[in-house]
């Protein structure tokens, strides 16, 4: 659009630059004729007389030598016009070329900087499926102990009569005594009994809680053998009879 505007503007400038042209040069050759056959002066010549010193034809100020000039100047100016243009594209095509590498490093930066932290998650997850691995190899290793039941001396596996320690004799845990002592007599009896075993385990529970409100009032050795015997009927309730 600025080119074709140009282009315009330089057409009228032509158009209106040859008519003012064609209209002096008329006009001059009208007063040449009448100079130059007026008696008593010389012929007309372009190299001789005040002419060729610069006060006629072409090399004075003339509209023509103006036109001249001043086309000269359009062009000197488009020129320079056309310079600067071509300097100022020249910096947008470097720019932009720095631009675009800038970009293209920052992409490289941005996919180096994925693969690095893929490559961390990666080792971070063999890591731990090692260390697992390691552990399940230890465990198979481990001899399992099985754990401690009641004896016979504790509990009679066959009538499910239950000795007690003398802490738990007391009047303050005679309900739960006789609670436990039915439950174990019906598992020695029924061998399976749906709930059984949670109900002997909760019933336990219980007594070791009141157990544990009078550890001030009862001596420590005493206390742990107590609270020992409670764990293992407990346990026993969970495990099939003997």
């Not at 012929?43 to 010193?53: F, K, L, R, T």
């Not at 992409?107 to 399940?136: C, F, M, P």
């Not at 009927?233 to 009879?241: F, S, T």
């Amino acid at each position: 659009m600025r080119k074709n505007s140009f282009s315009i503007a330089l057409f009228f400038i032509v158009f209106l630059c040859s008519n003012l042209f064609a209209q002096s040069s008329s006009i001059s050759v009208v007063a040449q004729r009448w100079y130059y056959t007026t008696p008593g002066f010389y012929s007309y010549s372009p190299w001789y007389g005040y002419s060729g010193y610069g006060y006629g034809g072409y090399g004075g100020s003339t509209l023509y030598g103006d036109y001249v000039r001043g086309l000269s100047d359009l062009y000197r100016a488009r020129g320079a016009y056309l310079q600067s243009y071509t300097k100022a594209m020249i910096n947008y095509q470097e720019a932009r070329k720095k631009y675009i590498e800038n970009q293209e490093k920052l992409t490289e930066l941005y996919w180096i900087n994925r693969r690095e932290q893929s490559a961390r998650r990666k080792a971070k997850k063999d890591e731990r499926a090692r260390r697992r691995r390691e552990l399940a190899a230890r465990r198979s290793k481990v001899v399992r102990i099985p754990p401690r039941r009641v004896t016979p001396s504790e509990l009679d596996p066959v009538s499910g009569k239950i000795f007690w320690p003398s802490e738990l004799k007391k009047d303050s845990f005679t309900e739960y005594r006789q609670k436990l002592e039915e439950l174990f007599v019906l598992r020695a009896h029924t061998r399976t009994m749906p709930g059984l075993p949670a109900e002997i385990y909760h019933t336990a529970r219980d007594m070791k809680d009141k157990l544990k409100l009078q550890i001030q009032k009862i001596p420590v050795q005493r206390y742990l053998v107590a609270r020992k015997f409670l764990d293992l009927l407990a346990l026993e309730g969970r495990l099939p009879p003997l």
